[in-house]
């Protein structure tokens, strides 16, 4: 049978994974510089802890683990005869994938509160999984690195975030727009329409507005119960993109405080040369944990959906036994990120190279010779590899030419008798006469 490997995910060769650590390195040195520390949480989370806390679609894409041994055993026999598979899970299958990094820290937060200090910073660079279709940027197996404050509910964090999405799109040379909104807004969009009970189904139509456009939305929300009444003024304070018109023509307070809460994450950032960061009041985000300040990163070059998001969860921690712990966080989406940057061409040249020096040899006495020179090299900090066997010279310095080696030490007598190796430059082909210490030098420099 031929290998495969589940839809949804993917292997990486060398130069990928090396692209791949580039971006996470550029991440990870800005997390570390807003004073971030890193925590890591299992790849298995409780159903108890995942569920119900992503809205019914995120519920569905969550991967159920099967439990240990017979599963079948103690599984719900009525559920498998009537073929009821929402109520055959909890018999089955007490564990799942982690679907993001979000509540999994709050659940961190609330086991381990007695041991760190709030306002508490923290950074994760870890995969979680979604059962979602696959699609270009979209993958079922991925990275997220997210960054998390939480034990505050001052605005400065929300400010600090946008400046750590502009200054690490601005390291990668990616062209943004940030979007931010608020679920304050957005409720009072729906207090103001007066269907405030049907919040959730009013926002998670308004979040398919840039996928279906308005008319689809419109159809959305009318299929999900709302009245048409309250659908016109929904779409018509959707085109209000000021935010002291929005409070004006808005009939709710809390609606309002979301208003002056971006207004005030605006005013912070208005000195610090962010000028990449939109208001968009159709932002809905559709993982209900959200309360405030909401965000979304989009590609300006690139179509392949939001490459960062994030925004402000007050009760989070509280469905796990510890309420007043207001948070706020945000995700980069490395999967799409890196598939950006390929596409654009931004990766530098050098992040692929790992070897710097391939040593080759014409006999076994210079094998010998040149098994001492690549272990200086290494010693002195320098990549570098030695051909396993003396060969033909052709194939030997084909291997080079395909790992894209910058340079080749060419070892036979003469260079073993006079102590100078002959280091040739692959790049455009001079070849030059170098004792080991300037060799190094060379390189090094």
Not at 279 to 290: E, K, M, T, V
Not at 320 to 331: E, N, P
Request: proline share 4%; with cysteine.
């Amino acid at each position: 049978m031929k290998p495969s490997i589940p839809k949804g995910t993917r292997d990486f060769l060398p130069n990928q994974v090396n692209k791949r650590k580039y971006i996470f390195n550029i991440i990870e040195g800005v997390f570390k510089k807003y004073a971030y520390k890193p925590i890591e949480t299992p790849v298995m989370e409780n159903l108890s802890t995942l569920t119900g806390k992503y809205g019914e679609e995120g519920d569905r894409l969550i991967f159920k683990v099967l439990n240990n041994g017979d599963f079948l055993a103690k599984a719900d026999k009525e559920a498998i005869e009537t073929g009821n598979s929402n109520r055959l899970i909890p018999s089955i299958s007490k564990r799942g994938l982690r679907y993001d990094l979000t509540v999994p820290f709050a659940r961190f937060v609330v086991m381990y509160q007695n041991e760190i200090s709030f306002p508490f910073k923290r950074y994760q660079i870890q995969p979680v999984w979604r059962a979602d279709r696959p699609q270009k940027g979209r993958y079922q197996e991925f990275y997220q690195c997210d960054v998390d404050v939480v034990g505050s509910d001052s605005l400065v964090y929300e400010a600090e975030l946008m400046q750590i999405y502009q200054e690490v799109f601005a390291a990668l040379k990616i062209p943004v727009t940030i979007k931010i909104n608020n679920r304050k807004v957005l409720f009072g969009i729906a207090e103001t329409a007066g269907v405030k009970e049907l919040f959730v189904e009013m926002t998670t139509a308004i979040d398919k507005l840039d996928k279906i456009g308005e008319e689809g939305v419109v159809t959305e929300m009318t299929n999900r119960g709302i009245p048409s009444s309250s659908i016109d003024k929904i779409m018509a304070m959707l085109q209000i993109h000021d935010l002291d018109t929005l409070i004006a023509n808005m009939n709710s307070e809390e609606g309002k405080l979301g208003c002056e809460e971006l207004k005030t994450v605006f005013a912070l950032l208005k000195d610090q040369g962010i000028d990449d960061l939109k208001f968009d009041i159709s932002l809905a985000r559709g993982l209900n944990y959200y309360t405030g300040c909401i965000f979304e990163v989009m590609c300006d070059e690139v179509k392949i959906g939001s490459i960062g998001g994030g925004g402000r969860y007050d009760n989070l921690t509280e469905v796990f036994g510890l309420k007043g712990v207001s948070g706020v966080g945000m995700s980069f989406g490395a999967a799409r990120i890196y598939d950006v940057m390929e596409e654009l061409d931004l990766f530098p040249k050098d992040v692929v190279q790992g070897m710097q020096v391939l040593i080759v040899s014409f006999d076994e006495a210079a094998f010998r010779y040149g098994f001492n020179v690549v272990s200086r090299l290494r010693k002195a900090g320098i990549a570098s590899d030695i051909y396993p066997k003396p060969s033909k010279m052709k194939k030997q310095m084909k291997y080079a030419n395909d790992l894209h080696v910058p340079f080749v030490v060419i070892i036979g007598d003469d260079e073993i008798n006079s102590g100078k190796l002959t280091v040739k430059d692959m790049e455009n082909g001079q070849q030059s006469s170098l004792d080991i210490e300037s060799l190094i030098s060379r390189i090094n420099s």
